[in-house]
Structure formats: structure tokens, C-alpha cells
């Protein structure tokens, strides 16, 4: 008799057939939990269970089928038994469950959907679609990020700031009623869509957000930023194709871009990290002080030291161009040394979660992250290229990615 567990699984368009030989028991039940994990993660929310190799299953053993069951069907998709040994059979009847996952759901079904167009770069899938609408979105720049480097920001730089909708944006700024109040707290912020949220600069390392609930609209004390108005033409979610685990950002925004055929693009994403690389202030840019004087910028600003955030979920807004113009090119910096792009993202982490199947609204997705999730961090990414020291540039596994060219406004 087989003492260990075994996996097979085929692959049906998104939908997936897991073939089980040995023992589901409690050393063995975990084994099974990671790889449905991983075929979650990977996109496929559909699957089904050919039990007929199983000799043996113990309450462990159900324990993670019923944990899958609830977790799948709350994000849309389904888990089933399609063949049963005899001694499953026997189990689940007891447990009162047999009927349960002898049921196919309605949503295990192949339906027909909408072609996706289809390209591969660098190693990975891209599935595109769109145009959800014709007009690019208007970018518009306030403030002057060389501030920074140059002394700092006063009241007369702060301006408030509204997002009643379709606005997104990045920049410094801090959550409150004026100046006097943030002058400790500015950081960096992402403005999506109905929500915002940013990073003290206080050395809590707690990043705080307002979403829009009922007459409540989220605003910000803001003292530079990039703003775009409008609505996302295209949605693009991509994917390992073969052996490549993750894909550098530089990378993965050239595909997109060039997927666009546009000078300059808005993203916004929500992905599973492979490692951030990136920093955030620690103190705010206030009082006439240089953020970037030596030795000071070790404890005015965090550096990652290493890939950060490896296997989280991120929200990631940021303004890319193949040739900035002289009103975005203050904001933007080459995406990696030998990179066409330039750019300028901010992303917010968060724990990862399986985010619900069907068409992706971005909207909802972000409203989701913010009522059901808690936000750990926000970055501004950069391109670690030191020598020998160097831990290069954050490093996405797959997600979701929504973006639209920009027409510059005064």
C-alpha cells in the first residue's frame, strides 16, 4: 500500500483536474493544500479531485478539503470530487459531506468568454483586452519634486487636494486638515481611483488611507504629485510561460508599452511580488532641509537592503514615458541603467489574498484590498544598480495590470 501522497494534475484551459494516489492523512494533507494554493494563485479558481487512488483519508485530510471549498467559493470559483475510492466514499458519507463535493458547482463549467489577444515577452504571458474606452487620460504635474534636494517645502507649496473618482495619483503628501498639521507626517502617497493612502514619515512605519464612503471624498495635503484623469483603455493580466518564476519591472512595463504603441502610459497593477526593491521618507521634507545631505540620508530615508515583500500583494500606480516631456520629466527617472523607459511608481503591500474570478474591475479590486486587507507598506520603487551591492529592481510573479495613454494638460 502506498504510503505517501501523490499528485498529478492536468491542465483543461482554467480549469484544473488534480489526480490523487496514497494517503490523505495529517503528514500529507499539507501537501495537497499547497499545490490547490498554488493553482489559485496561478489564475485557475476550478478544480476537481479524482480520489480513487486514495487508500486512506483522516479528518486532516478533510479538514483541507472543506477549507478549500469555502476559500474557493468565496472568490467564485469551485472544488469537486469527480471520482471517489471506496474508502473516501465511506469517509464523507459518515462526515455528512459526500454530497457536497459530488456536486459539480454550475461554476465548474466551461462557459464561453470573450478572446483574449495573446503576445509573449521576456518569458512571460500577457492576455490583453480592451479598449473599455477611446480617450486617453489627461496628466497634469503640481509642485516640484527637486525640492527635495534643494530645502524643503513650506505652507505655500501645500495645497489640498480632492479625489471624488477616475483621478490617480502619486506624489508626497500626508492625510489632514492643512500644512501645520501634516508637517511631520508628509510621505509618499497613491491616490486610486476612490482611495488614498500614504506613508508617515513620523518613523511609525504605519501607512494610513481614507476611501470615499457615502459624502465622505477622500483628500490629501499634497506638495508634488502626478495626477491622471479619465478612464483605463486596457486590461492586460500576465503570467510565467515556461521557466522564468518572475519578471523584472522594467521589463515587464516595455512589454506593455510596447504592446500600446504610446509615448507615455498609466499603469495600475495589483500583483503577487517576487521582491520589491525600493525606499520611502523617513522624515518629511520640511524646514529647509536636504533630504539627500550625507550622512544624514541613512536616517532621513529607507533603503530596501534586500528584495522586500517577497509573495505579498501589491497596488501599484506609476506614470511611464518612452521621452518625458519638460512638464513630467522633473517626476521621472530611468526605470534600470540600460532601460528605454523612464518612470516614477509608488506601490502599496499588502497580505496576499486570492482576489475574486471574473472580469477584473479595478475599482472593486481596490475597494476589496482596503475593506478586507491591512496595508504594510508602501514603496517608492527604484533600481538598486550599485556595483557588486547592487539588488537591482522589483520583481513581480503575475497579475492584473490596467493601463491608458496620457495627453498632456498645463
Not at 483519508?57 to 478533510?62: N, V
Not at 524643503?152 to 498639521?181: H, M
Not at 550625507?294 to 505579498?312: N, V
Amino acid at each position: 500500500m502506498q504510503e505517501n501522497l501523490t499528485i498529478e494534475i492536468i491542465l483543461q484551459g482554467k480549469m484544473a483536474q488534480l489526480l490523487l494516489q496514497g494517503r490523505l492523512d495529517a503528514n500529507w494533507a499539507g501537501h495537497l493544500d499547497e499545490h490547490i494554493e498554488q493553482l489559485v494563485r496561478s489564475g485557475i479558481y476550478d478544480l476537481s479531485l479524482d480520489t480513487s487512488g486514495i487508500s486512506y483519508i483522516s479528518s486532516a485530510g478533510i479538514r483541507i478539503l472543506v477549507k478549500q471549498y469555502k476559500h474557493l467559493h468565496a472568490v467564485g470559483g469551485s472544488l469537486s470530487i469527480e471520482s471517489f475510492s471506496a474508502q473516501v466514499s465511506e469517509v464523507l458519507e459518515m462526515a455528512g459531506m459526500l454530497k457536497m463535493f459530488g456536486e459539480k458547482s454550475a461554476k465548474s463549467q466551461k462557459k464561453k468568454e470573450e478572446p483574449e489577444q495573446q503576445f509573449i515577452q521576456n518569458g512571460y504571458r500577457f492576455f490583453s483586452s480592451g479598449e473599455k474606452a477611446q480617450e486617453p487620460m489627461k496628466l497634469s504635474a503640481t509642485g516640484n519634486p527637486a525640492q527635495l534636494h534643494s530645502g524643503g517645502y513650506s505652507a505655500a507649496d501645500c495645497r489640498t487636494v480632492r479625489f471624488p473618482g477616475n483621478t490617480y495619483a502619486l506624489g508626497i503628501g500626508a492625510i489632514g486638515s492643512n500644512f501645520e498639521d501634516c508637517r511631520n507626517r508628509f510621505g509618499e502617497f497613491i491616490a486610486v481611483g476612490e482611495a488614498i493612502v500614504y506613508l508617515p514619515s513620523d518613523n511609525s512605519g504605519i501607512p494610513d488611507y481614507t476611501v470615499k464612503t457615502g459624502k465622505m471624498i477622500p483628500e490629501i495635503q499634497q506638495l508634488y504629485a502626478l495626477t491622471a484623469e479619465g478612464h483605463f483603455t486596457h486590461h492586460h493580466r500576465f503570467e510565467s510561460d515556461g521557466m522564468e518564476k518572475s519578471i523584472g519591472l522594467s521589463a515587464l512595463l516595455e512589454a506593455v508599452i510596447v504592446q500600446q504603441q504610446c509615448n507615455d502610459l498609466i499603469v495600475l497593477m495589483v500583483a503577487e511580488s517576487g521582491g520589491l526593491v525600493g525606499s520611502a521618507l523617513r522624515t518629511a521634507p520640511v524646514d529647509s532641509r536636504d533630504l539627500f545631505n550625507f550622512p544624514e540620508i541613512r536616517d532621513q530615508i529607507a533603503f530596501t537592503t534586500e528584495p522586500a515583500h517577497t509573495r505579498m500583494l501589491t497596488l501599484t500606480l506609476g506614470f511611464i514615458s518612452r521621452e518625458p516631456s519638460p512638464l513630467s520629466g522633473p517626476f521621472l527617472r530611468k526605470l534600470a541603467p540600460l532601460s528605454a523607459l523612464s518612470g516614477h511608481l509608488h506601490t502599496a503591500v499588502f497580505p496576499y489574498q486570492t482576489l475574486k474570478k471574473g472580469e477584473p474591475d479595478s475599482n472593486l479590486i481596490i475597494r476589496q484590498l482596503f475593506e478586507e486587507s491591512k496595508v504594510i507598506d508602501i514603496l517608492h520603487l527604484t533600481h538598486d544598480y550599485r556595483d557588486i551591492q547592487g539588488i537591482g529592481e522589483s520583481q513581480f510573479i503575475h497579475g492584473h495590470l490596467w493601463c491608458a495613454p496620457l495627453r498632456v494638460t498645463s
